[in-house]
């Protein structure tokens, strides 16, 4: 994305000269202080709402409001999204819906995300009958489903334990890493960004523009559980922090 702004039709400037770019399958990860624009950042992304500025795909000009429905890109955002009253089968069938593709070829995607999230054994569940590390994988691997080019995820793990946070990391890259998927992940744990990604953006208080990139050059085979005691990861954390804080400490 170029230069993107975006004003709230009550006058509150949420963004401003954005310029990030989130490189093929890679994962990148947003934070900043709160109120400072993530949020709307994703919205725009997305194509729920429409800001000034371009945003590109593959060097092509796509207009974000059509980037959801060519399915370059989904979302999954922090609340709890499965539906209490499908099957977990049909929660991530419901995420292919609209896709014009045979029906043999819909069951086997399932089947196979099902394997990847490692919830073969619950297909016919019901959410609430799942433990909440199993719902977020089922709301995760739904947004995976219709294999976007980018998925979108909103401060998806926070309502999680941390072991339980860790596995879910390690499914979700194997995942993206599998289907070439880009993700761009909004997060206030600083751990988690430096465990996920490539780059991380620190944002300004708002408007939120960006303040720092931090290259997190740990690999995308890495071990998300034994990372973090890595020399190059704590080093990466301590830098993040400090940047982090220097917004933090300048808001008003
Ligand atoms: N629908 C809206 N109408 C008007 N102002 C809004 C709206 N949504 C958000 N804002 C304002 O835009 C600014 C950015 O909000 P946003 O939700 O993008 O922040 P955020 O970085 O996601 O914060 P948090 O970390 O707390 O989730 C805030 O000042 C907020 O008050
Ligand atoms: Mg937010």
Known sequence: MHNVSYTYPGGVQAVQNLDIEIRSGEVMSLIGPSGCGKSTMISI?????????????????????????????????????????????????????????PKKEKALRIDRLLKMGGLEDFRHSRPHQLSGGMRRRVALLTGIAPQPKLLILDEPFSALDEPTRIGIHADLLDMAHELDMSILLVTHDLSEAVSLSDQVVVFTKRPGTVASLVDVPLGRDRDVHHIRSTDTYQLIYRDLWDKLWDQIGTTA
Request: hydrophobic fraction near 45%.
């Open 45 to 101: 992304v997305s194509g729920l709402r429409e800001a000034s500025g371009t945003i590109e795909w593959n060097q092509k000009y796509v207009d974000a409001a059509n980037a959801l429905n060519q399915r370059l890109v989904n979302v999954v955002f922090q609340r709890d999204t499965v539906m209490p009253w499908l099957s977990v089968e049909k929660n991530i069938s419901f995420g292919l819906r609209y896709l014009p593709l």
